[in-house]
């Protein structure tokens, strides 16, 4: 891989903003010639520093109204029952985002719903059967302060 430079930079910044820029407009938004932001953006590709692009939607729009974190502790901890859990989670569209976390919980997971019916099914009889759950401690999110699915880009092209 290739260490990234300035113009590299600009151009991941340029797309995180907007995905759907063409060639030319990225080359007039940081001054270099559309073939070299066209092999530029094949190489960021190519070497993974851009994963995918994807339209971002309001969930709010969609009626899913209730944004909640779910706090998860396993039923028992071992590589077996992780992967239980792991495969549940991946199957659950509900479910946004989910971390493995150090600490008094086991999992925090980002999850969207139409409402508190919707909430109460999803905890009682989805998390809370699975096997391999224990504890489930649920947060309604009330109001959303910052809602940034990008990453910071500085200079050295590290966080």
């Known amino acids: 891989m290739e260490a990234l430079d300035?113009?590299?930079?600009?151009?991941?910044?340029?797309?995180?903003?907007?995905?759907?820029?063409?060639?030319?407009?990225?080359?007039?938004?940081?001054?270099l010639s559309p073939s070299q932001c066209s092999r530029r953006r094949a190489r960021l590709?190519?070497?993974?520093?851009?994963?995918?692009y994807r339209a971002h939607l309001d969930r709010q729009k969609l009626?899913?109204?209730?944004?909640?974190?779910?706090?998860?502790t396993l039923a028992t901890?071992?590589?077996d029952n992780a992967k239980r859990?792991?495969?549940?989670?991946?199957?659950?569209?509900?479910?946004?985002?989910?971390?493995?976390?150090?600490?008094?919980?086991?999992?925090?997971?980002?999850?969207?719903t139409r409402d508190l019916a919707g909430l109460s099914h999803f905890v009682n009889d989805v998390l809370l059967p699975h096997e391999s759950v224990q504890h489930v401690k649920t947060s309604i999110v009330?109001?959303?302060?910052?809602?940034?699915s990008g990453?910071?880009?500085r200079k050295s092209g590290r966080a």
């Not at 590709?45 to 995918?52: A, F, K, R, T, V």
């Not at 009626?63 to 998860?72: E, P, Q, S």
């Open 151 to 153: 990453l910071p880009i």
């Open 85 to 112: 859990f792991q495969l549940l989670v991946e199957d659950l569209p509900d479910v946004l985002e989910c971390f493995s976390l150090t600490g008094e919980m086991d999992y925090h997971l980002k999850v969207v």
């Open 6 to 31: 300035g113009y590299d930079l600009k151009i991941l910044t340029q797309l995180q903003d907007d995905g759907r820029l063409t060639n030319n407009e990225l080359s007039e938004l940081i001054a």
């Open 77 to 79: 901890h071992n590589r």
């Open 63 to 72: 009626g899913l109204d209730l944004l909640v974190v779910i706090a998860v």
């Open 45 to 52: 590709e190519s070497e993974g520093y851009i994963q995918s």
């Open 142 to 148: 009330l109001n959303v302060l910052k809602d940034f």
